[in-house]
């Protein structure tokens, strides 16, 4: 067999007999997990296709850039709260993200490290949607070739690209219109 959800579905479709034995009685428990697994499974689809539902109607060019989840948006929304316009400008979400460049100059080398404030979880979001890019979107794979023979280390092109990515979110999330509100069903 090939595939983790085609064993769990054999799993689940074992019929064991009385439990008289070891082997009958690991079939039954295999079976109940098995069960159980696809009944998760299932539980989580329909969850995710909610989420991606309303993330579609709050930032639908967003959805459609390169790297970008559903769960990155989401995290993102969460991130801005109810009220997007109050982040002011694109360097204060940077900020609030986590992916303001920090002077870390010394004598006569001018650099800048990563920022260790911000919120935490939408500055994952940001390093997941970079590694995707830098693996594989043409575009940004030759950033990174541009970057590293000018001599920037992985970290700093990943720090530059998070700061990119930041400012596109920005712009779809905070700067468009405020998609409308959730229509409550009667």
């Known amino acids: 067999m090939t595939g983790k959800m085609t064993l769990i ?27 159980r697994w696809l009944m998760l499974d299932a539980e989580i689809k329909e969850h995710e296709a909610v989420l991606e539902r309303l993330v579609r109607a709050h930032a639908p060019a967003l959805m459609d850039a390169p790297g970008v989840s559903t769960g990155t948006i989401a995290d993102m929304l969460v991130v801005l709260g109810d009220n997007p316009q109050r982040i002011r400008s694109e360097a204060a979400f940077a900020k609030l993200c986590g992916v303001c460049p920090v ?30 890019r830098m693996r594989h979107h043409p575009p940004t794979r030759e950033y990174v070739q541009r970057r590293s023979a000018e001599g920037k280390s992985p970290r700093e092109i990943r720090r530059c690209l998070k700061r990119y990515i930041a400012r596109e979110i920005y712009q779809q999330l905070c700067t468009e219109k405020p998609a409308s509100a959730f229509v409550k069903s009667t």
């Open 9 to 35: 579905r054999a799993i689940a479709a074992l019929r064991p007999r009385t439990p008289v034995s070891t082997t009958a009685s690991a079939k039954m428990a295999l079976r109940a997990l098995a069960h």
């Open 103 to 132: 002077p870390a100059s010394s004598g006569k080398t001018n650099r800048h490290r990563l920022n260790r404030g911000g919120n935490r979880r939408a500055n994952a979001a940001l390093y997941r949607v970079a590694l995707v």
